[in-house]
């Protein structure tokens, strides 16, 4: 079936921190993968995409690639600040129009 | 202004008692879902419908029911909510081409109890 697993929460960084959100998913066929982000009381924003193996979509500082050896789409920023604090979902949508999300992970980033 | 709109926001229901929650887009997207969102679980698919009339069942569809018989509307039907319904909702919608799926559009939530 299909599925996607991301890291368990939550995460706390201090600003400027590293960050990296780990994503793996199962999938039959090529599906696309997405990271959204929610802030409290809001529903999911898209933060980046990418449709095909290899593709590295990027927005706001943040950056994920498409690693179709390792079913992986982790999600990386080089900075951190606090404004960055949300909870992010890994998701995959498959060929035939079901879309899967991953549990979220939440994260904090302090001053 | 491009949204998703659902209403209500909060709604406090007893078992059994029939109820609806809307949601509307004016992006005049085909693709619209509705989700449930419950901790240690994230989002999960209850419905989805690719264009009029044409609906399909998600990852969780049971105690559910969907409408589709106009674009921009695809109302949440609960015919007899139970206290395990208690969620909180999302719909969705997207521009779907022969090429794939635009990124969702969330509207803000509906926080359903249900008692």
């Known amino acids: 079936g299909n599925s996607v697993t991301q890291m368990e929460g939550p995460v706390t960084l201090s600003e400027e921190a590293f960050l990296t959100i780990n994503c793996t998913y199962t999938?039959?066929?090529?599906?696309?993968l997405f990271w959204y982000v929610q802030y409290p009381g809001e529903g999911l924003q898209l933060l980046l995409k990418a449709t095909k193996a290899d593709d590295k979509g990027s927005n706001k500082g943040f950056e994920a690639t498409y690693r179709k050896e390792t079913t992986s789409f982790h999600l990386e920023k080089g900075s951190v600040q606090v404004s960055d604090s949300a909870v992010y979902f890994c998701a995959l949508v498959t060929p035939s129009n079901q879309f899967y999300f991953g549990t979220g992970t939440s994260l904090t980033v302090i001053p | 202004e491009a949204q998703v709109t659902q209403n209500p926001r909060y709604l406090i229901t007893v078992t059994g008692k029939k109820l609806t929650v809307t949601c509307s887009q004016n992006m005049n997207h085909e693709y619209m879902s509705w989700y449930r969102q419950d901790p240690g679980l994230g989002l999960r698919q209850i419905y989805y419908?690719?264009?009029?009339?044409?609906?399909d069942k998600g990852d969780v569809p049971e105690g559910y029911k969907v409408s589709r018989k106009e674009k921009r509307n695809f109302p949440l039907i609960l015919e007899s909510p139970s206290p395990n319904q208690t969620s909180l909702y999302f719909c969705?919608?997207?521009?779907?081409?022969?090429?794939?799926?635009?990124?969702?559009?969330f509207g803000n939530g509906t926080r359903l109890t249900v008692t």
């Open positions: 419908s690719m264009n009029v009339e044409v609906t």
């Open positions: 969705a919608s997207s521009f779907q081409s022969g090429t794939g799926h635009s990124p969702l559009h």
């Open positions: 999938a039959t066929g090529y599906p696309s």
